[in-house]
């Protein structure tokens, strides 16, 4: 029978046991294992049954249980201590407070996020992303970095997925209850719960209450539309991650972005929280975040108009983003976007003027359309991409936002990503790391490489420990295997082979990860038969455990998942791969510290970082990986394998074919057969010099505390600084900084370079310089609104000058008319073809850059010969 109604009947603990209610909200359990251990101990059988998660169990627990458990001193003596342990890590200074020195730190950073992938028992995540923003909250907080967290609670997360009998993803949405989570409602003094609101469209009202996670010492304020108040329509708006229409997935930006920022301002007013000096926005989603400031400034006492809100909001403001795929960007139509923000105007300021910060209109870009991250890039004042390659690659992708300038210096830096060490370090291997080492040379990967007869982990017992993992996942997978069959419709007696299912000697390679088609879940399949071999060798088997969700709207995906789930079913090589279906966090725990090889093989340069292989790295797994994300600038050789790239292939199935050939290659030839090469004692000697050097040398670089203290030192310092120079009260930089930025704007038609003459020596030879002069028209502008600058460097055959370094000319002389010569010298230091340009550029130090205005005037470029005097002009 269905419920008319629902309500969660809160257990009452005994006096005794109170720190458990402590223990359980703070999330910091989930990365504490003595805590997590503990709540096991509580009552092991309720906590299988319960997936591992307090609040549940304590909920499980029955009074009777608990009146012995309180009468137990080392119950109570433990829960005590545990607590007084989580007070401390609360309180004590950290690096943040205490290694960290910079002149105005700042006091408090919002992040902001679609979703968060914190544990599994608060499944408000689809992937990576949501697991990025969860492992950046965990980090700041073990570094003290005094982030809070945006979101929204969705009410079904994403989706649970199961399989069909033939193989087909099935998705089902269970509902959580927020009042059964590690949840805390914001409420007023009152003791009514606090609210947002947004008017929509058709005189809606969109309302939200607010609940508190608590990450450790970071707040996680997450909106939940779900209210009675809200008409039936606004109810769903946070029912589900990346579902539904564009409406609604309208809404839900509006609610995390503007909703967002609302919420923030809520909590510091019910809690003295200080207001933050960055706004990190994740990704677009949380985009609007800027439209809600730019309200505060227009509509707050000093009624700043747009040109000054603008400048204000951007110094505080930092985007990243997260995809090189260009159908991975969140894009609206502009009449849509319009339509919303028509019901929530600015003062004085036609809608279209707010529409046109989303606008793609530059060459190539789609007037119809609204691009939140160009929104992104435009209202912050940093941004960011999540690796090497990926800054590359989106400097590229976003050109054409910074026309004129070189793709090099797009002003779009990278910090590549990480992952937080204490939640996907498997415990087994911890505690054997820490039998042997202290924990910070655990951490600095100094101690992996010391030799057993100095204390450090002998070959034997790590080779243990690792099997120990690899035993976890085989039990695990047969597990999961089972109820996937008996869901899939088989009964009991027809699986007796899932005992058979992997083997806990054989080299276990791990496939995972969310399933669109650019990271090609099936390039493993390429030649069926080969795989085959490969698995059923009878000297050097392989087996294989995959895992992955498809977004459900997206074909293909679903498709490439019923096409690996059938090549499982065969009985021929159903004991060497399997699939294990909804991938979360939790099997993700088991899944990476148990494989051997990690394998991602996305299409070249489409993943943006990746961070599962890292999780893997951080528990001595090895990565065998295409040079893409992360993989590209830490892969050295020794640490796993680079699968070779077909980058220039333009046939897709040709470009799969060759790169998994080259894929089986590499298993057959060397994978494999390094694995399987023992000494006497069992030990393959290669492989351990592998693995050591992959936990000493990526083991720190790969978790999320060198991120977030990239984060911190690079970009959040630099953006605080800017707003406490643009967004004060008075705001007088920011107006003058958005005045001249018009009078520049309006001006620049009129700049250019006029002529240049370089003097140069009869034969130039490094040390020599050229003297440079050039006359420039600077319409009313004045020569303090810019930079003249010599472009100099090497010249490739296409002429282009490649590595420039830039000098300034400094003016010297006014001709009249708006005419200026500035003059200088450029020291020629590179021997070769060299080439000279020369460009004049907007300047004014409260700028982040002299690309923020996208504004450049550039002189014809010509390749300097040794000819004595050479002129070139426009
Ligand atoms: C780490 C992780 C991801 C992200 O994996 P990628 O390698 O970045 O694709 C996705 N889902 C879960 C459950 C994870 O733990």
Redesign the pocket.
């Known amino acids: 029978m269905r419920a008319i109604r629902r309500f969660t009947v809160r257990t009452v603990l005994p006096e005794a046991l109170a720190p458990l209610d402590i223990l359980a909200r703070n999330l910091r359990w989930c990365w504490h294992a003595p805590t997590t251990r503990f709540f096991e101990s509580l009552d092991p059988a309720a906590w299988d049954r319960v997936h591992g998660d307090p609040i549940a169990l304590l909920g499980e627990i029955g009074t009777e249980r608990f009146a012995q458990l309180a009468a137990d001193a080392s119950v109570v003596d433990r829960a005590r201590e545990l607590a007084e342990d989580l007070d401390r890590y609360m309180k004590e200074p950290r690096w943040y407070q205490s290694g960290f020195a910079a002149p105005g730190k700042p006091k408090a950073i919002a992040y902001f996020s679609a979703e968060f992938?914190i544990t599994a028992v608060l499944p408000q995540?689809s992937?990576?992303l949501?697991?990025?923003a969860g492992d950046h909250l965990k980090s700041a907080s073990d570094l003290g970095v005094p982030i809070v967290g945006v979101g929204l609670l969705y009410e079904s997360g994403y989706f649970r997925q199961s399989l069909s009998r033939d193989g087909y993803q099935r998705e089902t949405y269970p509902l959580i209850d927020p009042n059964n989570m590690p949840l805390t409602l914001l409420r007023e003094w009152d003791g009514t719960p606090a609210r947002v609101s947004l008017p929509l469209p058709g005189e809606r009202t969109l309302n939200a209450q607010v609940w508190v996670a608590e990450v450790g010492r970071v707040p996680l304020l997450l909106l939940d539309s779900s209210i009675p108040d809200n008409d039936p329509v606004s109810r769903n708006v946070t029912d589900r991650l990346y579902g539904g229409s564009k409406e609604h997935r309208m809404e839900q930006e509006l609610l995390l972005g503007v909703g967002g920022v609302k919420a923030l301002r809520l909590y510091s007013r019910l809690t003295g929280a200080p207001a933050p000096s960055v706004y990190h926005c994740n990704e677009g989603h949380a985009g609007f975040l800027a439209v809600e400031r730019l309200r505060e400034l227009m509509e707050g006492e000093e009624h700043l108009d747009l040109g000054t809100a603008i400048e204000a909001v951007r110094s505080g403001t930092l985007f990243t983003t997260h995809t090189p795929v260009p159908a991975g960007i969140d894009r609206f139509d502009r009449g849509l976007v319009t339509r919303y923000l028509d019901a929530m105007p600015l003062p004085g300021v036609p809608t279209e003027e707010v529409v046109a910060l989303g606008n793609e209109s530059y060459e190539g870009g789609d007037p119809s359309v609204f691009n939140m991250a160009v929104l992104g890039l435009r209202m912050a004042r940093r941004a960011n991409g999540v690796a090497k390659l990926h800054g590359r690659v989106s400097r590229q992708m976003f050109a054409s936002l910074w026309a004129g300038f070189d793709v090099d210096e797009v002003p779009i830096t990278s910090v590549t990503n990480g992952?937080h060490g204490p939640t996907w370090r498997a415990p087994a291997f911890q505690e054997m790391a820490e039998r042997y080492l202290p924990a910070p040379e655990i951490e600095s990967g100094g101690g992996w490489l010391t030799p057993a007869e100095n204390g450090g982990v002998p070959d034997d017992v790590l080779w243990a420990t690792r099997r120990e993992l690899r035993e976890r996942l085989v039990a695990s997978a047969r597990r999961r295997v089972r109820s996937s069959w008996l869901e899939r419709g088989a009964s009991p007696a027809e699986l007796g082979w899932v005992d058979n299912v992997l083997d806990p000697d054989v080299l276990t390679i791990g496939f995972?990860?969310?399933v669109p088609t650019y990271?090609r879940l099936t390039l493993m399949l390429d030649d069926p038969e080969r795989l085959t071999r490969l698995l059923t060798d009878p000297e050097r088997p392989i087996q294989i455990v995959v895992a992955g969700k498809s977004h459900p709207d997206d074909e293909p995906g679903v498709g490439l998942i019923q096409r690996l789930v059938q090549f499982t079913d065969d009985p021929r090589v159903r004991e060497r791969i399997v699939f294990l279906p909804d991938?979360?966090?939790a099997?993700?725990?088991t899944l990476?510290p148990g494989c051997d090889v990690w394998l991602?093989n996305p299409l070249r340069p489409l993943?943006a970082?990746?961070?599962?292989?890292m999780?893997c790295a951080l528990n001595g797994a090895l990565n065998l990986s295409i040079l893409d994300?992360w993989w590209d600038e830490m892969y050295d050789g020794a640490n796993g394998w680079a699968i070779p790239t077909a980058d220039g292939v333009e046939d897709p199935q040709r470009r799969d074919r060759i790169e998994a050939s080259a894929l089986y290659d590499l298993i057959e030839g060397t994978v494999a057969p390094r694995f399987y090469d023992r000494d006497g004692r069992g030990i393959p000697r290669r492989w351990m010099e592998m693995m050591r050097h992959t936990l000493s040398d990526l083991g720190p670089k790969v978790q999320a505390t060198r991120m977030v203290r990239d984060y911190v030192e690079r970009l959040y310092v630099p953006v605080s600084d800017a707003h406490d120079v643009l967004d004060v009260p008075g705001h007088e930089a920011a107006r003058s900084l958005a005045s001249w930025k018009a009078k520049v704007r309006s001006q620049w038609g009129e700049v250019r370079v006029d002529y240049v003459e370089a003097h140069l020596p009869d034969v130039a030879q490094i040390g020599d310089s050229a003297e440079i002069t050039a006359q420039v028209s600077l319409g009313a502008l004045s020569p303090q609104d810019v930079t003249v600058e010599v472009l100099a460097g090497r010249v490739g055959a296409d002429d282009e000058i490649h590595d420039f370094s830039t000098t300034e000319l400094p003016p010297v002389d006014a001709v009249g008319e708006g005419r200026w010569v500035f003059r200088g010298s450029e020291a020629l230091e590179v021997a070769g073809p060299f080439g000279l340009a020369v460009r004049v550029v907007p300047r004014n130090p409260l700028m982040a850059a002299p690309t923020e205005l996208g504004l450049v005037a550039v002189a014809a470029p010509s390749t300097v010969t040794s000819e004595q005097h050479t002129s070139f002009g426009d």
């Open positions: 992938g995540y992937g990576g949501g697991i990025l992952v995972a990860r969310r990271k991938y979360d966090i099997m993700a725990q990476m991602n993943e970082s990746g961070t599962s292989g999780k994300g």
